[in-house]
């Protein structure tokens, strides 16, 4: 059994270094060993003490920790305090049949990641081993968010006007390296104070245009002398949901300064008419501009600065990488300023970038955009997905170099989204891209890339989620018949046991027997659902005519006739392809041959066991030989499975797929059940109906057929 993947371009099947603490070294041993046995992803160490866990923690660094309540020199809860003395988010899983309320209750209280019960000599490993993949999966998320943020905050801190951000309460939630630089405030020093507070002296005026700008939700300008700093300063004011981001630069800071930035050795002038001056355009802020750029595209790269803020958590929100790719397109046009854009992702199965948004604008210019493959004839994206990096390109003479030039785009700027594809934005003039709009296009895949893998990550766990709760589901199912039907047959052999004590006679031991038998049987059926009910992970090329051969000849045949038709290649699981053919094969021969049979639908035992000792469960039938047919479906969604007998009734097809349904004393009821969930884990689906000849024809749906010369 393994733990699936996510797998990704670049390899998303990163190892996870795992440390498992507990008190009993062989148990320890017993854990690490089945751990790696689940996913080769895996490496577990172990320890039995706190000690040791911490040094481990400490020296080797882990990926997570797995604990025990009970250890030898303390418990769990004191490592589970060690490790968040040093990490507030190492994801960290107490696993333990400690169950306590309040242990638990105390865990949570300390930051733990997951709190698993055990249940002593029937331990679920692949549970464990799912719940650390999930505990993992959700910390490298919340890494690549912290470091996208990161990334941002470099942004903002590389602008040379200040910048700062307050929360509804007034409290500083960021500071640029210029407002560190200009009002000599760390950044430490000024996040999550009152702003009020820690710059009084600023004055009334700025105080009130912050609260009117968070009362009203309106953008406000303010241009105002700060006294304190000698400085005059021009603000933009931008509220939000959260509170208001600022953007201030430094107009003129005394008379001197701001001849100089005025261009003019005037020194008599005063800081009023210096800053006329200078708010006239007459060389004015060079030392406080960012390089090269006008106050319209300063101004743009403000609003844009900010709006990007907003677009980044409305990432947070959206749950599906399609869904980011829809709020990248809304954010090009509405924030970048462009219109006319796509997102392509890459499908790595087909080496394609297939195209998941695609904005109004450009739907009118193109159509609807096409899957772009590698070898097809419009290849330009491609080169910005290979290199990871962004590609300007203009139209030239001969009508080349851009994406599209049969349309009337002359400008395109490409821009990677790192392994998951590619964001393409156009215009209809040449030149129309400018440094800001580049950059603001990085920032933006920077971001959506960093959802994308949030987005992908958790749609993993939900996956997982999905899977365990079907597994759950399959377990309480598996219980209940264990209870049920293993319960009637051992409280024959103890009765009959009983009896025989009493009587000595062999005729109850012969009953003893046939009940162990019974018992037996069902154990086997049961652990075979419990294996193939698992979806398969590892599928390989698989000739079908030979596999149907291969199954016939572990069923007693007698005198049944095969027939495998034209078959083909499909991607399978050999075993289980195997245990599928042979139950179907046992159904049909044993119970499916041609001949009268009892009008009542009680007369359906349907499926059988893999057990050759078992007598299976089908539709009783007669004693004319059958024949079993195997084929390919006419449409080529996958191949089916038929015989010649009189087939079962439609009231009944549902039914003969229940684990446990039979009307045969001796059979189990999971023969059938076996071959649906054996489908399954292959991603098939199977349906019932008749025959060609009037039996029971099972079809198998969803099947990949593989090229011949490909499988060769």
Same mark, same amino acid.
């Given at each position: 059994?393994?733990?699936?993947?996510?797998?990704?371009?670049?390899?998303?099947?990163?190892?996870?270094?795992?440390?498992?603490?507990?008190?009993?070294?062989?148990?320890?041993?017993?854990?690490?060993?089945?751990?790696?046995?689940?996913?080769?992803?895996?490496?577990?160490?172990?320890?039995?003490?706190?000690?040791?866990?911490? +040094?481990?923690?400490?020296?080797?660094?882990?990926?997570?920790?797995?604990?025990?309540? @009970?250890?030898?020199?303390?418990? *769990?809860?004191?490592?589970?305090?060690?490790?968040?003395?040093?990490?507030?988010?190492?994801?960290?899983?107490?696993?333990?049949?400690?169950?306590?309320?309040?242990?638990?209750?105390?865990?949570?209280?300390?930051?733990?990641?997951?709190?698993?019960?055990?249940?002593?000599?029937?331990?679920?490993?692949?549970?464990?081993?799912?719940?650390?993949?999930?505990?993992?999966?959700?910390?490298?998320?919340?890494?690549?968010?912290?470091?996208?943020?990161?990334?941002?905050?470099?942004?903002?801190?590389?602008?040379?006007?200040?910048? %700062?951000?307050?929360?509804?309460?007034?409290?500083?939630?960021?500071?640029?390296?210029?407002?560190?630089?200009?009002?000599?405030?760390?950044?430490?020093?000024?996040?999550?104070?009152?702003?009020?507070?820690?710059?009084?002296?600023?004055?009334?005026?700025?105080?009130?245009?912050?609260?009117?700008?968070?009362?009203?939700?309106?953008?406000?300008?303010?241009?105002?002398?700060?006294?304190?700093?000698?400085?005059?300063?021009?603000?933009?004011?931008?509220?939000?949901?959260?509170?208001?981001?600022?953007?201030?630069?430094?107009?003129?800071?005394?008379?001197?300064?701001?001849?100089?930035?005025?261009?003019?050795?005037?020194?008599?002038?005063?800081?009023?008419?210096?800053?006329?001056?200078?708010?006239?355009?007459?060389?004015?802020?060079?030392?406080?501009?960012?390089?090269?750029?006008?106050?319209?595209?300063?101004?743009?790269?403000?609003?844009?600065?900010?709006?990007?803020?907003?677009?980044?958590?409305?990432?947070?929100?959206?749950?599906?990488?399609? $869904?980011? $790719?829809?709020?990248?397109?809304?954010?090009?046009?509405?924030?970048? *300023?462009?219109?006319?854009?796509?997102?392509?992702?890459?499908?790595?199965?087909?080496?394609?970038?297939?195209?998941?948004?695609?904005?109004?604008?450009?739907?009118?210019?193109?159509?609807?955009?096409?899957?772009?493959?590698?070898?097809?004839?419009?290849?330009?994206?491609?080169?910005? %997905?290979?290199?990871?990096?962004?590609?300007?390109?203009?139209?030239?003479?001969?009508?080349?170099?851009?994406?599209?030039?049969?349309?009337?785009?002359?400008?395109?700027?490409?821009?990677?989204?790192?392994?998951?594809?590619?964001?393409?934005?156009?215009?209809?003039?040449?030149?129309?891209?400018?440094?800001?709009?580049?950059?603001?296009?990085?920032?933006?895949?920077?971001?959506?890339?960093?959802?994308?893998?949030?987005?992908?990550?958790?749609?993993?766990?939900?996956?997982?989620?999905?899977?365990?709760?079907? $597994?759950?589901?399959?377990?309480?199912?598996?219980?209940?018949?264990?209870? @049920?039907?293993?319960?009637?047959?051992?409280?024959?052999?103890?009765?009959?046991?009983?009896?025989?004590?009493?009587?000595?006679?062999?005729? @109850?031991?012969?009953?003893?027997?046939?009940?162990?038998?019974?018992?037996?049987?069902?154990?086997?059926?049961?652990?075979?659902?419990?294996?193939?009910?698992?979806?398969?992970?590892?599928?390989?090329?698989?000739?079908?005519?030979?596999?149907?051969?291969?199954?016939?000849?572990?069923?007693?045949?007698?005198?049944?006739?095969?027939?495998?038709?034209?078959?083909?290649?499909?991607?399978?699981?050999?075993?289980?392809?195997?245990?599928?053919?042979?139950?179907?094969?046992?159904?049909?021969?044993? @119970?499916?041959?041609?001949? +009268?049979?009892?009008?009542?639908?009680?007369?359906?035992?349907?499926?059988?066991?893999?057990?050759?000792?078992?007598?299976?469960?089908?539709?009783?039938?007669?004693?004319?030989?059958?024949?079993?047919?195997?084929?390919?479906?006419?449409?080529?969604?996958?191949?089916?499975?038929?015989?010649?007998?009189?087939?079962?009734?439609?009231?009944?097809?549902?039914?003969?797929?229940?684990?446990?349904?039979?009307?045969?004393?001796?059979?189990?009821? %999971?023969?059938?059940?076996?071959?649906?969930?054996? $489908?399954?884990?292959?991603?098939?689906?199977?349906?019932?109906?008749?025959?060609?000849?009037?039996?029971?024809?099972?079809?198998?749906?969803?099947?990949?057929?593989?090229?011949?010369?490909?499988?060769?």
């Amino acid at each position: 059994m393994s733990t699936p993947d996510d797998t990704t371009r670049n390899g998303g099947d990163d190892p996870i270094s795992v440390l498992y603490v507990g008190r009993d070294p062989e148990f320890v041993a017993l854990v690490a060993t089945a751990l790696e046995r689940e996913s080769d992803r895996l490496d577990v160490r172990g320890e039995t003490a706190v000690i040791d866990g911490i +040094s481990v923690v400490e020296d080797d660094g882990v990926d997570c920790v797995v604990s025990e309540y @009970h250890l030898r020199d303390g418990d *769990g809860l004191d490592l589970l305090t060690a490790v968040r003395a040093r990490s507030s988010d190492l994801p960290f899983i107490l696993y333990t049949a400690h169950g306590d309320e309040a242990v638990a209750s105390r865990a949570i209280s300390l930051g733990v990641s997951d709190y698993v019960r055990r249940t002593a000599g029937d331990e679920d490993f692949h549970l464990l081993a799912s719940r650390v993949f999930n505990a993992v999966s959700q910390y490298r998320v919340q890494e690549r968010l912290t470091e996208s943020d990161a990334h941002l905050a470099t942004v903002y801190g590389r602008v040379t006007d200040g910048i %700062f951000a307050l929360d509804d309460d007034w409290a500083v939630s960021y500071w640029n390296d210029a407002m560190a630089e200009r009002t000599g405030v760390p950044a430490a020093e000024a996040l999550n104070r009152d702003f009020r507070e820690l710059f009084p002296e600023v004055g009334s005026e700025i105080h009130g245009a912050l609260e009117a700008a968070m009362a009203s939700g309106a953008t406000t300008r303010l241009d105002t002398r700060i006294d304190a700093f000698d400085v005059r300063v021009s603000a933009r004011i931008y509220p939000d949901d959260s509170g208001v981001s600022v953007f201030i630069r430094e107009v003129a800071s005394d008379a001197t300064a701001a001849a100089d930035r005025a261009g003019t050795d005037d020194t008599s002038l005063d800081a009023g008419e210096v800053a006329d001056r200078c708010d006239s355009g007459a060389g004015a802020n060079a030392g406080t501009r960012l390089p090269g750029r006008d106050a319209a595209e300063r101004e743009r790269l403000e609003r844009a600065l900010r709006d990007l803020q907003s677009v980044a958590r409305e990432l947070l929100r959206v749950e599906t990488s399609e $869904a980011v $790719a829809a709020v990248a397109v809304e954010a090009v046009r509405d924030v970048v *300023g462009w219109p006319i854009s796509g997102v392509w992702f890459y499908d790595p199965d087909d080496d394609a970038l297939v195209p998941v948004a695609q904005s109004d604008a450009a739907r009118q210019v193109f159509g609807e955009s096409p899957t772009l493959h590698r070898d097809g004839e419009e290849t330009l994206i491609w080169e910005a %997905f290979d290199a990871n990096e962004v590609r300007v390109y203009e139209r030239t003479v001969g009508g080349s170099e851009v994406q599209h030039p049969d349309s009337s785009i002359e400008s395109e700027v490409h821009v990677p989204l790192g392994e998951y594809g590619v964001l393409l934005t156009g215009d209809t003039r040449q030149g129309a891209f400018t440094d800001v709009d580049v950059e603001l296009l990085q920032l933006l895949a920077s971001t959506v890339s960093s959802a994308v893998e949030r987005a992908k990550r958790e749609q993993t766990l939900r996956d997982r989620e999905a899977e365990l709760a079907a $597994a759950n589901e399959r377990l309480d199912e598996f219980v209940s018949v264990v209870a @049920h039907d293993l319960r009637n047959p051992l409280s024959v052999a103890k009765g009959y046991l009983e009896i025989a004590a009493d009587t000595g006679d062999p005729e @109850h031991f012969e009953k003893i027997e046939t009940a162990l038998e019974r018992m037996n049987a069902l154990i086997s059926d049961l652990l075979t659902l419990a294996r193939q009910g698992s979806p398969v992970t590892e599928f390989e090329a698989v000739d079908l005519r030979s596999k149907v051969t291969h199954a016939w000849s572990f069923v007693a045949t007698e005198d049944a006739r095969l027939e495998p038709l034209d078959l083909g290649v499909v991607r399978a699981d050999t075993g289980r392809l195997l245990q599928l053919f042979e139950n179907l094969f046992r159904n049909a021969v044993e @119970h499916g041959s041609t001949g +009268s049979r009892t009008p009542s639908d009680d007369a359906v035992e349907h499926g059988s066991t893999g057990n050759q000792t078992t007598s299976g469960d089908a539709v009783e039938h007669g004693a004319a030989a059958a024949t079993v047919t195997v084929g390919r479906l006419d449409d080529d969604a996958g191949f089916y499975v038929e015989d010649d007998g009189d087939g079962i009734p439609e009231s009944l097809r549902e039914r003969v797929f229940e684990h446990g349904y039979t009307t045969d004393r001796t059979g189990t009821g %999971f023969g059938l059940a076996i071959v649906e969930n054996i $489908a399954e884990a292959h991603g098939w689906s199977v349906t019932l109906t008749d025959g060609t000849d009037g039996g029971a024809r099972f079809e198998f749906r969803g099947v990949e057929w593989v090229d011949i010369d490909d499988a060769e």
